[in-house]
């Protein structure tokens, strides 16, 4: 079935140091979608990012992520850390117009001064 | 900008007993509303979708009968969780869109079973 794999469930790193995120899915569908969301407690989760054009880079507020059909990953990177980027990150997967959306399990990010 | 008020943000009910939480969106209109569950230790679970004239649509696992929902409108839908009991307890977000292939998200409802 569909899926949606991030590896990593903490990722704890130094304020300036490069960010990756892990995400990796699974479709039979051609047409999909991927999104990043990022989740501050008590808040709703927010968009990041989304693409469904293939090795084409995405960009918004210093995070970026391309999207590799061959490789079925949608790995999302920042150059430098801050410590406001602490927060818990999922990886999402729709295809077509379904409206369904397939999270991953999340990545909690740590940035530490 | 698109936002999407979920209420009441925190609920406690006894085992047993049903619970109603709503979502409205704010700024667009929300022509489906998809409705997710997280429970503890687990990821969001998307339980149904709700699509202006269309039939609901729920995800295996979950029924009309335990989580009946209602969008009369297109920036108003609630959802009542029926008999709740322990695995119940979660965090319910409301995802709701009107480009299918974004939805933008409430803060939950943080429901808690006793």
């Known amino acids: 079935g569909d899926s949606v794999t991030q590896k990593e469930g903490l990722v704890t790193l130094t304020e300036g140091l490069p960010v990756m995120l892990n995400c990796t899915y699974q479709?039979?569908?051609?047409?999909?979608?991927l999104f990043w969301y990022v989740h501050y407690l008590n808040e709703s989760p927010r968009l990041l990012l989304k693409?469904?054009?293939?090795?084409k880079r995405t960009e918004h507020q210093g995070f970026h992520a391309t999207l590799h059909k061959s490789s079925s990953s949608f790995h999302l990177q920042k150059s430098s850390a801050q410590l406001s980027d602490s927060a818990l990150y999922y990886c999402?997967?729709?295809?077509?117009?379904?409206?369904?959306?397939?999270f991953g399990l999340g990545t909690t990010l740590q940035v530490q001064p | 900008g698109a936002l999407v008020y979920q209420y009441p943000r925190r609920t406690i009910c006894k085992s047993g007993t049903s619970m109603r939480m709503e979502c409205q969106a704010v700024g667009f209109q929300a022509t489906s509303v998809a409705w997710y569950r997280q429970s503890p230790q687990k990821t969001f679970e998307l339980i149904a979708l709700s699509t202006v004239n269309s039939a609901i649509k729920y995800e295996q696992n979950f029924t009309q009968e335990k989580f009946p929902i209602s969008h009369p409108n297109l920036s108003f839908s609630s959802m009542t969780v029926l008999n709740a009991y322990l695995e119940d307890r979660g965090l319910y977000l409301c995802g709701a869109s009107w480009v299918q292939d974004t939805q933008y998200f409430g803060p939950g409802t943080r429901l808690l079973v006793l």
């Open positions: 999402a997967l729709t295809w077509g117009n379904t409206g369904k959306l397939i």
């Open positions: 693409s469904s054009t293939d090795n």
């Open positions: 479709t039979i569908y051609s047409n999909a979608f």
